[in-house]
């Protein structure tokens, strides 16, 4: 593998606690894919890392579980097989898996704050709303198509 995963600043993906299962994949490949473990799947044990910021892995515990991306509410597991090559499917799983990671354990966005609408903006809208009433309003009754 090309590591190490950066997931967020110097934190890392640690090689040492992910879990590699091999199985045949299906897709390009032709008779290729009946003799090769090309599908990979990667598992990491969220709960148990100590790689992770303890407030970094309680957001991503709670963050990834929200989502159903947890087995068992504490491992997270990700599958590539759209290469033919396992190294392939091996890089594109440890940077979706470092990605996935990095995207949990991101600050919450800072509340929105609600903001009043312009008066000019407002005006504009009326205006032209008031316009198109006067072009509908004046095509009754002109026509003749009784």
């Known amino acids: 593998m090309s590591g190490p995963y950066v997931i967020r600043g110097s934190v890392l993906l640690p090689e040492a606690e992910l879990r590699w299962r091999f199985s045949r994949s299906s897709g390009p490949g032709g ?5 090769t473990d090309s599908q990979v799947e990667l598992v990491f044990d969220l709960a148990a890392t100590e790689a992770l910021p303890p407030v970094w892995k309680e957001r991503a515990l709670r963050e990834l579980a929200a989502r159903g991306r947890l087995v068992d509410g504490r491992l ?12 392939r499917n091996r890089q594109t799983a440890a940077l979706r898996m470092a990605g996935l990671l990095a995207e949990a354990t991101a600050p919450p966005r800072a509340p929105r704050r609600a903001t009043k609408v312009p008066r000019g903006i407002n005006e504009r809208r009326l205006r032209e709303k008031k316009q198109r009433s006067d072009v509908k309003r004046g095509r009754s009754g002109r026509q003749g198509w009784d």
């Open 31 to 35: 008779q290729h894919v009946n003799t």
């Open 76 to 87: 997270l597991v990700v599958r590539a097989g759209e290469h033919r090559s396992q190294w």
